[in-house]
T-cell receptor, first 111, second 114 residues
């Protein structure tokens, strides 16, 4: 089992739709959680950190469920510019400290 | 500068040549990471530096790959006797400390081996 798993997609949604992605992690001792966005042929950019109580940034809402070991990202009122790959990142201290990246979920917002 | 800086942006070289890639982390960030990303694939961890501690080299794919970092400053990733399968984007990231907050990435170096 991979340490961090994401549905690769693609998720094709119309403009204005609400879309949600989940990311599961295997290490119950994982400490920090982040969502990154990666555009084609560009570097990953931090979208938001994920806090235990859940957090919101404009149209984006992130949730953490420690009991079920997953994090989620909700995007409301999708824009064409939201089209990208969304990477889930989990930090873990299994032996050595690492940031573990999921392989990403591809989102296409259609006009 | 405010962000992670990498150079060169693009590098095209012949198979068998050595290449050196440079990363300048965000000032004050003690942790520095190198990743490789092949076209259409996810990030592949290569090596991690934390202050003056011994680096975590567990991701380096072969002994042709090496990296150095002096203190908390610039890092260089060297690939010797390049092969075509080394063609990829090499990304550098830094963070405040080990596990302290998110990583911030540079623009990457796009390496093409002819």
């Amino acid at each position: 089992r991979k340490e961090v798993e994401q549905d690769p997609g693609p998720f094709n949604v119309p403009e204005g739709a609400t879309v949600a992605f989940n990311c599961t992690y295997s290490n119950s001792a994982s400490q920090s959680f982040f969502w990154y966005r990666q555009d084609c042929r560009k570097e990953p950019k931090l979208l938001m950190s994920v806090y235990s109580s859940g957090n919101e940034d404009g149209r984006f809402t992130a949730q953490l469920n420690r009991a079920s070991q997953y994090i989620s990202l909700l995007i409301r009122d999708s824009k064409l510019s939201d089209s990208a790959t969304y990477l889930c990142v989990v930090t873990t201290t299994s032996g050595t400290y690492k940031y573990i990246f999921g392989t990403g979920t591809r989102l296409k917002v259609l006009a | 500068g405010a962000g992670v800086s990498q150079s060169p942006s693009n590098k095209v070289t012949e198979k068998g040549k050595d290449v050196e890639l440079r990363c300048d982390p965000i000032s004050g960030h003690t942790a520095l990471y190198w990743y490789r990303q092949r076209l259409g694939q996810g990030l592949e961890f290569l090596i991690y530096f934390q202050g003056n501690s011994a680096p975590d080299k567990s991701g380096l794919p072969s002994d042709r790959f090496s990296a150095e970092r002096t203190g908390e400053s610039v890092s260089t990733l060297t690939i010797q006797r390049t092969q075509q399968e080394d063609s990829a984007v090499y990304l550098c990231a830094s963070s405040l400390d080990r596990g302290m907050g998110p990583q911030h990435f540079g623009d990457g170096t796009r390496l093409s081996i002819l």
